[in-house]
């Protein structure tokens, strides 16, 4: 090998390297750019935030089964009430004068008396109110 100028060359035979040497002074490992440090930490925090967010299957399987049993409760609540009311008589007069007192349709008027076990006063009460 031969030494020109603080640059050590290889000779013949050897594969051509250049190789840089100092001559002077501790090595000091390059130094990097510190403007993207905290985004990096900021990438970590929002990765580990969600990776501790994740739901587990079973979790979503136990949360839809409650939802889909509380939801045929309410369903089958629903069509006991809708029994009862059914079941309430209410006289044609009374379903008349709350349509026209209270400019309200058929349906309106027939539901509000059935609501309060067809008594007109009360049933005209809850739809001014």
């Given at each position: 090998?031969?030494?020109?100028?603080?640059?050590?060359?290889?000779?013949?035979?050897?594969?051509e390297l250049e190789l840089e040497t100092e001559t002077s002074g501790p090595e000091r490992p390059p130094e990097k750019p510190r403007k993207h440090d905290s985004g990096a930490a900021d990438l970590e925090r929002v990765t580990d935030y969600a990776e501790?967010?994740?739901?587990?299957?079973?979790?979503?399987e136990t949360a839809m089964s409650v939802i889909g049993?509380?939801?045929?409760?309410?369903?089958?609540?629903?069509?006991?009430?809708?029994?009862?009311l059914a079941k309430v008589t209410i006289k044609k007069e009374d379903l008349e004068l709350i349509m026209t007192e209270m400019e309200?349709?058929?349906?309106?008027?027939?539901r509000s008396?059935?609501?309060?076990?067809?008594?007109?006063?009360?049933?005209?009460?809850a739809l001014t109110n």
């Open positions: 090998m031969a030494r020109l100028g603080g640059i050590d060359m290889a000779t013949e035979g050897d594969v501790e967010k994740e739901i587990q299957s079973s979790n979503l049993d509380r939801r045929s409760r309410e369903q089958k609540a629903k069509q006991e009430r809708e029994k009862e309200i349709s058929r349906a309106a008027a027939e008396l059935r609501e309060h076990m067809g008594n007109v006063v009360e049933a005209l009460i």
